[in-house]
């Protein structure tokens, strides 16, 4: 059974086999007992009737532990397939996270070029002082692993860098907030680059269609287990402009968040008061 395990339709190789072992066995103790009882006739004519019974323990002992040994053997193996069929679910996750994220980087990267390029002859202080900090931001990109859960206090961290481009990039007209309710929220766990997105796709639709300064805020709050961060832009949609794109922060973060938890509902987003917001509801 170790060797060999036969499928359902083949479960008569089991009965064949422990008839034939039950066979040799049977002979083999048959003939030891011969050669030591020969001399003592009612002892052999014992042996020869009771050859039946004996075949038949014989045949149930060997047929019970052949039923045992291939139950043990098809668990041991359904445990291997199981472990490699988590292991190639966890490869694909991990296959798909870089994807998204060799995706997300070369997003904002062509616009912060562009930014650069705008500001190297106008405000060349303001372009060497993005080259660096995009230079950093993009440093800390490589060291992070996709499934990593880093602490809300190193994403934030991570985020500022992010803004400070921004910022150098729109100037006056970008305010950004962010407020944590309590300072032990800090220490609580996210999935690393999560935030990023997010605030890109906040200043997208907060600042593209107006010249006006706008304020974009985050707020992180805890409810029961769930880590509650919402991003809050101004949006009109009268006076909204219709932007090209496909929503790819939003998406990118969607598929994140279901391969990283395995669901669909922790990112939902809303229009009131001619504000849009953007929420997730982390389980911690």
Known sequence: MRYYLPSREKYIYIIIISTALSAVWLLC???LLWQIFKSDEGYLHMLK???PLRF???FLLIG???MMSMAWYSEKEKSQLENRKKE???MFREAELRTLRNQLQPHFLFNALNSISALIIS???NARSMIQQLSDFLRGSMRKDDTQLNTLKEEIDYLQLYLNIEKVRFGHRLETKIIVEDETLLSLKIPNLLLQPLMENAIKFGLY???D???ISLQAAIKGNILEISITNPFDPETALPLKGTGFGLSSVRKRLALIYGRHDLLTTHISDQNFTTLLSLPQ
Do not use: H, N
């Open 123 to 125: 405000e060349p202080e």
């Open 64 to 66: 019970s532990m052949a």
């Open 209 to 211: 269609d107006t010249l």
């Open 213 to 215: 300064k706008v304020c």
């Open 88 to 90: 190639a679910e966890k």
């Open 49 to 51: 009737i009771s050859s």
């Open 29 to 31: 103790m048959r003939f």
């Open 56 to 58: 038949s323990i014989a």
